[in-house]
């Protein structure tokens, strides 16, 4: 065994002795454990470290999860609290030198659910029920709008259906002789009903996707707008005008008006969002980030990643991000700072040292 897997693996055992301290269901179990602890960290500098590390992303987990805890969980922590242990203190006792950087962050995410009461009160991502919208129909002229949290579906006059991820918007037009739609943000799936006299348009920033029965999923990204097709085949047209045949199982990006290549995609990736997952397949870890970014309460801040174009290949539930974070920052050796930024809770991950 190596010394990074002999860390990690250390790491690990005082994250299960941490979680355990915290499943005692009564005060002397929790305080034979906080024994545990103490006798744990003691062993060595090396052990002492680990329990640092494993503290740092206990709460790192607790800031992140869902604060609308059951009853028994919330009194069962304020029991603990009364008792007079907390982790942060402990752990300066446990240790014989002074806090380094991460017990001061350690500190500093400890007390994020009384710095940010925001994060609370809106509703959280973390083991969520997305909201299904019963299909009804539209007037020709609407404007479709679904939350953060919350996935729309629609039936259109045309017999069409498009489908909203969280926080998206499409502007519906339709016409005696065309079918128009405009993504105004987010991302949106249409399954389009044959009528090869009225094309089925979606624009988007400054990408047309062109249709006349076929199924697709549109995303808009700041100044890139994807397109993947999983049925029949689309004509993408960016600011050259010039057009971009995309057939199933196919993808395309428009960035800056310039379209891309075409390349090949997995009809389960581009819509796993349908199903609450999110599918990567060797994207950058950047990427990555970015798109858990969009279904959290807070600011995924990846400006300071070590090595951002790291390939991912991972699966995640939409409504379990904060494991998502946790498990990349243990893959990728990172650690986190909970900042409040101008648009709300940043965390800025960077490299973790001394591991």
């Not at 299904?132 to 006059?157: F, I, K, M, W």
């Not at 707008?225 to 010039?242: C, D, L, P, Q």
């Not at 600011?299 to 409504?319: E, G, K």
């Amino acid at each position: 065994m190596d010394s990074a897997t002999s860390t990690d693996a250390l790491t690990d055992e005082a994250f299960a002795l941490i979680q355990a301290y915290y499943d005692a269901d009564s005060e002397p179990l929790a305080e034979q454990r906080k024994q545990q602890m103490d006798q744990w960290c003691l062993r060595s500098e090396q052990h002492r470290n680990a329990m640092a590390a494993a503290a740092e992303e206990w709460q790192l987990m607790g800031a992140l999860a869902d604060v609308a805890e059951r009853p028994e969980t919330t009194l069962h922590t304020a029991n603990k609290q009364s008792s007079g242990f907390r982790l942060a203190d402990w752990l300066g006792q446990c240790s014989p030198v002074r806090l380094s950087g991460a017990f001061a962050l350690l500190l500093a995410i400890a007390t994020l659910p009384f710095i940010w009461p925001a994060i609370h009160s809106a509703p959280h991502n973390n083991d969520q029920t997305v909201h299904q919208v019963a299909e009804t129909q539209l007037d020709y002229r609407n404007r479709l709008q679904s939350l953060h949290g919350e996935t729309l579906s629609r039936t259109l006059p045309d017999g069409s259906t498009v489908s909203l991820n969280w926080d998206s918007e499409v502007a519906i037009e339709f016409s005696a002789g065309q079918r128009s739609l405009t993504l105004v943000r987010g991302e949106a799936f249409f399954e389009v009903t044959h009528d090869s006299n009225r094309p089925f348009i979606v624009k988007s920033g400054d990408a047309r996707v062109r249709a006349v029965g076929t199924a697709f999923n549109v995303r808009a990204i700041e100044d890139q707008v994807r397109v993947a097709v999983t049925e029949g085949t689309v004509a993408v047209t960016g600011e050259s005008r010039s057009t971009t045949l995309v057939n199933a199982n196919q993808k395309v990006a428009v960035t800056a008006g310039q379209t891309g290549k075409v390349q090949s995609s997995a009809n389960l990736q581009a819509t796993a969002w349908q199903q609450g997952s999110m599918i990567f397949d060797g994207q950058p870890l950047a990427e990555v980030l970015q798109e858990i970014d969009r279904y959290t309460q807070y600011r995924i801040d990846s400006r300071f990643l070590p090595n951002p174009d790291a390939p991912v290949s991972a699966t995640y539930f939409i409504s379990r991000t904060d494991e998502a974070v946790r498990s990349l920052m243990q893959l990728f050796n990172l650690r986190a700072d909970m900042r409040d930024g101008i648009d709300g809770p940043r965390l800025v991950l960077r490299a973790r040292l001394g591991r």
